[in-house]
């Protein structure tokens, strides 16, 4: 798949699923319509993170949606998962590129433009771009401790390849990531932690797709 | 190599090595006749392990010494190791096998005859069996929560594959260990933490090479 289609993008994280099992939450955000999926799971083992991930790769490939695995390029091979998305202290782009071959996707976390160019040179398909916002406050002036968006367009004027942006995006915000160059939102509790996590991913899909076509509408000649 | 010659085996772990560097404790290993190195470092992020993991083997290559990773098959790809060491938890045995092939040594970690046999028969090389002794006391009543040299024998009794012991192994009780069936012994802070590893690995190889010697030699006729 093209990262550029990544528009909602759920990170997964069992212990901010509000009890519900991981397939459960994935099962709903791609009924909401998730374009793709990150198996994050940091907090458990390699085996239960396998395990899982078989389950996530099965109902991820019968949607037609991609699968990434955080941090584990061997979880990632063992389960067939589309690629993995690499921190600034995981095993480095390069290396992964080299095991996991050039079909896969690989994405890397940057909060900085250093960062982002020296992952686009390393060969990262995409940017995970963050945190955008430190709070999920609704005030503005904040970004409390948040690159905020005004990071994410310095960041998509330096590099080429998509940038997702993450940390604190809600449905309320997520326009503005988007008007300022992202090409979609990560999440994790906004769906993991919803009430109804199908409506959260539709809200989020609906706020990232409003921005898009007001972005593509040429603006009005006065 | 063979694990059937891993007598010696030595456990890297920065956290226990007195300040001083893991290359620095490998290096010393070697020279005092180490048979192999497993690159543990459980407390640190994946990139350092794999820069580490690099430097070490060009050491143990140098050495023509097995260098076996912790848990992650990524990482022993990624460094050209010989093979991983599994836990219970971490990545099934057969599925590290499917992603090394057939020449990597695989190894798994076993407490009980149950999961020996297990390992065995998802294709394991060789088994650490452990921890053996749960302090490091000479008492020999103790063993305070380890398996003892009995599981030691029991286990070699039901498999076939060969079994390093681990835990609480010292130049002391090494042999009792390899009376019991082990073809060697693994330690972490017996060595890193020794003042002066190359003698603390001399002493623990000489124990093990005594106690082989020991069991080689034909009873007497009375």
Known sequence: MNPATYGTYLVTQASVSAGRETTEIVEAALDGGIDVVQLREKKT???RRYELGLEVREITAGADVDLIVNDRVDI????????????Q???PVAVARELLGPEAVIGCSASTVDEARRAEADGADYLGVGTVYGTTSKEVDAYKDGVGP????EITDAVSIPVVGIGGITAANAGSVVDAGAVGVAVISEITAAEDPCAATESLAAAVETAKAMGDTPPHDG
């Open 76 to 87: 990632a091979q063992a389960i067939d998962a589309d690629g993995v998305h690499l921190g």
């Open 89 to 91: 202290s995981d095993l």
């Open 45 to 47: 083992t390699a085996q």
């Open 150 to 153: 005004e990071r994410i367009a």
